[in-house]
């Protein structure tokens, strides 16, 4: 069975994806968007690798990203986990929130 | 007794006086705050059983000594090197004892003793600082014997410096005093030039002559292998060490004012220890000056001009210190002019009567002056012969000895300064004349002095305070001068003149025989030799010189009663003169002290400015870089992520550009 996409346009999506998880990163102040564009980023890789390993027929790739899956998994737990004690403590999951420990 | 203790005695010489002084010091440290009448006994003790000793070994040394005439007879003791660098620069420990340590050492030693049992008396008012005061003595007795008895000239610089140091503790020792610390500083800044111009000359020598040896110095200088001009430069540069220690012509203004100090200090300091240092370190590199005949112009000459100077001022001084001042800075003169003219052992023969008379002469001011109540203008004083007829004797006595009257130590040893002076064959005739001017000054101020001071009315001071005469001191007061009366009397009969009687005398014989090079080359080089008849013009012309002198005083002061006028009333211009001492110390101010003052504060100016420049400076790269760099550090999260992602960036665009 052909492939319906070739491994360029993969990557070049994959690249697409990294970047708009970058961008949310950057650019957004809600914790819960950026731990979303983090996911964006993981599962970009992990685009990456299942491309790969199809293109090279090599099964290693896929076993990467069972690994990656499961961090991220356990990723989001902790790290929502983190958002929730912070939104008791500052009533608020906005980056901005969080600055106690600044000198003003 | 054996021969082979002579080195052990001979470097334990200059070491008794050097335990003293430590013990001394250590008293001090341990007692100052608890100062107690038994410790005071210590300090004492300590102090002159370290002389007696040392004399002890002295003239142990002499008697086990096999002979000191001739040849190779010195005793040289290297115990080791001091430090080797490159060779050949060496520096030993080296020790000598010869002709000339042989007459200096008992001289130090003697002059000494004296001052410190004269002390006790004339400190009792201060007991509590009787340990310092010791502890320096004691320095200073040790500094002048390890110059004397030192064997090269770095064992000799070393003793060189000490004199320095412990002259500046001791001239400054009235801590309370503010004159007594300028003073203090005065003399030791001004040896500080001498003592550039001996470090100069030392390492002259061991330029041309490879070692610092006095022995191998004179080895080098008698070969002839010394450039004349080289010579000349030495020469020139040992002499301005000496006229600073010795107070000649340009640097002699600390000699003055060190009278600040103590009395027996002063004393001391005139007639043992520190000006004649001077004197000692240009007779012991005599090698040097017999190749050196145009330098050796330059000292005479100066010496003269000394003389002259130092004499003019003496005769109008009031205050009693002061005048012996003038007049040592004046005998020293005569001495150097001596040395100039090539006649080495007339100057070693003055020093030696002149310390005996002066230190007599010092001593029995300080005496006048406790009697007194510290009271030094001699305006203030009178008519002390009726109250104390015996040191008005003993200061009589000093006094006709330094005015030269026939019979007395002066006398012979000036007499033979002005044959010298009068051989000499360029320019004799006026550095002859200078010097008989000289001995008339002499002999005119020194009666001045004594009719003044104890001759006349007696001031209404001494008719209160007459009759406290039992606290007064009067065995360690007139014990050492008693003492130093009879060599003061009798010490020229050991270098009487050819001309009297025939034939070359002890002393004369004693010193020619032993110098390291025999000067009759050079002397004849300098000097005609003058017949028997000039001889005796010279020696009746010093004599009359002398007479005239004593006799105008005589009928100035004695039968027309002057007395010195109030320091502010009319003076003739002559007067004036010598009474401001030629405005010397005025034009010193103005050239030299307050022309240094504006460089220094111009540099201190620039101090306070480029200093605090440079330092505010590198505060301010730091802040203005920092504030710069803070911009970064925003606090939004965003702006650090996307830091942090560029770096990535750039790090990746690295790794993809180089592999």
């Known amino acids: ?63 990467m990203v069972l690994f990656v899956m499961a961090i991220a998994a356990a990723e989001s737990a902790v790290g929502l986990a983190l958002v929730i004690a912070l939104f008791r403590n500052a009533r608020s999951v906005m980056t901005n929130a969080m600055d106690k420990l600044k000198d003003t | 007794m054996k021969q082979e203790w002579i ?30 009448a038994r410790v005071q006994y210590w300090t004492i003790l300590i102090s002159i059983a370290a002389v007696i000793f040392a004399l002890a070994a002295h003239f142990s040394v002499l008697h086990l000594h096999p002979s000191l005439v001739g040849e190779g007879s010195a005793t040289i003791i290297n115990p080791g090197a001091w430090l080797t660098l490159n060779y050949p620069l060496r520096l030993d420990w080296a020790f000598r004892f010869d002709a000339l340590t042989s007459i200096m050492v008992p001289v130090v030693l003697f002059i000494g003793l004296m001052v410190q049992i004269f002390s006790i008396g004339y400190l009792s008012d201060r007991r509590n600082d009787y340990a310092r005061y010791y502890a320096w003595l004691s320095f200073f007795m040790f500094s002048m014997l390890l110059l004397v008895v030192a064997g090269n000239l770095f064992v000799f610089f070393l003793g060189w410096e000490s004199v320095g140091l412990s002259s500046y503790k001791l001239i400054s020792f009235y801590v309370e005093k503010d004159a007594a610390q300028r003073a203090g500083k005065k003399a030791f800044i001004i040896n500080r030039i001498g003592d550039a111009a001996l470090l100069i000359g030392m390492f002259a020598i061991f330029r041309v002559a490879n ?161 007194k109540h510290h009271e030094q203008n001699i305006r203030r004083m009178g008519g002390l012969v009726r109250s104390r007829p015996m040191l008005a004797l003993l200061f009589w006595l000093a006094l006709a000895a330094l005015a030269g009257l026939p019979g007395l130590s002066g006398f012979f040893s ?88 025939g034939y070359e005398s002890r002393f004369f014989s004693y010193f020619n025989h032993n110098l390291p090079i025999a000067p009759y080359e050079f002397v004849s080089l300098m000097q005609w030799h003058l017949a028997h008849h000039a001889e005796m013009m010279v020696v009746a ?97 965003a702006h650090y992520a996307a830091y942090s992602f560029a770096g990535i960036l750039l790090l990746l665009l690295i790794l993809l550009g180089t592999v």
């Open chain 2, 211 to 371: 070692t610092a040896d006095f022995r191998e110095i004179a080895l080098a200088f008698s070969k002839g292998s010394i450039a004349a001009n080289h010579a000349n430069f030495i020469a020139l540069m040992i002499f301005i060490a000496a006229a600073a220690k010795s107070a000649q012509l340009p640097l002699y203004t600390w000699l003055p004012d060190a009278m600040t100090g103590p009395t027996p200090v002063s004393a001391l300091i005139h007639a043992a220890t520190m000006v004649t240092a001077g004197i000692f370190l240009m007779l012991r590199l005599e090698p040097v000056f017999v190749l050196a005949p145009q330098a050796s112009m330059i000292v005479a000459w100066t010496g003269a001009l000394t003389a002259l100077v130092a004499a003019f001022i003496a005769v109008a001084q009031t205050d009693i210190k002061k005048v012996l001042a003038f007049s040592t800075v004046s005998q020293l003169g005569l001495m150097v002019l001596a040395v100039g003219s090539g006649a080495y052992a007339a100057a070693f023969f003055h020093l030696f009567t002149h310390a005996f008379f002066k230190a007599m002469l010092f001593l029995s001011a300080g005496a006048v002056i406790t009697f």
């Open chain 2, 7 to 36: 080195p052990y005695l001979i470097v334990a010489v200059p070491l008794l006086p050097l335990v003293a002084a430590i013990l001394n010091a250590a008293i001090y440290a341990a007692a100052w705050r608890r100062p107690s």
């Open chain 2, 414 to 501: 000036k007499d033979h300064i002005l044959g010298a002076a009068f051989a000499l064959k360029s320019g004799g005739l006026v550095i002859g004349s200078i010097a008989i001017l000289v001995s008339l000054l002499t002999a005119f101020y020194s009666f001045r002095l004594g009719i003044i001071v104890f001759h006349g009315k007696p001031s209404e001071a001494d008719v209160h305070h007459d009759d406290v005469h039992a606290a007064e001191p009067s065995v360690s007061f007139y014990l050492p001068l008693i003492l130093l009366a009879f060599p003061a009397v009798a010490a020229g009969w050991f270098g009487l003149p050819e001309l009297f009687t």
């Open chain 2, 541 to 637: 012309a010093g004599s009359a010189a002398a007479l005239i002198g004593v006799v105008g005083a005589l009928l100035w002061y004695g039968l027309m009663r002057r007395r010195p006028v109030a320091e502010g009333a009319y003076h003739g211009m002559f007067s004036r003169l010598s009474l401001n001492k030629l405005y010397i110390d005025e034009i010193y101010q103005a050239v030299l002290v307050n022309n240094y003052r504006k460089i220094a504060d111009k540099v201190s100016d620039m101090d306070f400015r480029i200093i605090p420049a440079m330092s505010d400076g590198v505060g301010h790269l730091v802040q203005t870089v920092g504030s710069i760099v803070a911009r970064l550090q925003t606090g939004a999260l």
């Open chain 1, 1 to 63: 069975m052909p492939d319906l996409l070739s491994i360029r346009e993969i990557v070049i999506l994959a690249f697409v994806l990294f970047a708009i998880g970058v961008l949310g990163v950057i650019t957004r102040r809600n914790l819960i968007i950026i731990l979303m564009s983090v996911e964006i980023m993981l599962n970009a890789a992990n685009l990456l690798f299942v491309a790969f390993s199809r293109g090279f027929n090599d099964s290693t790739g896929q076993i």
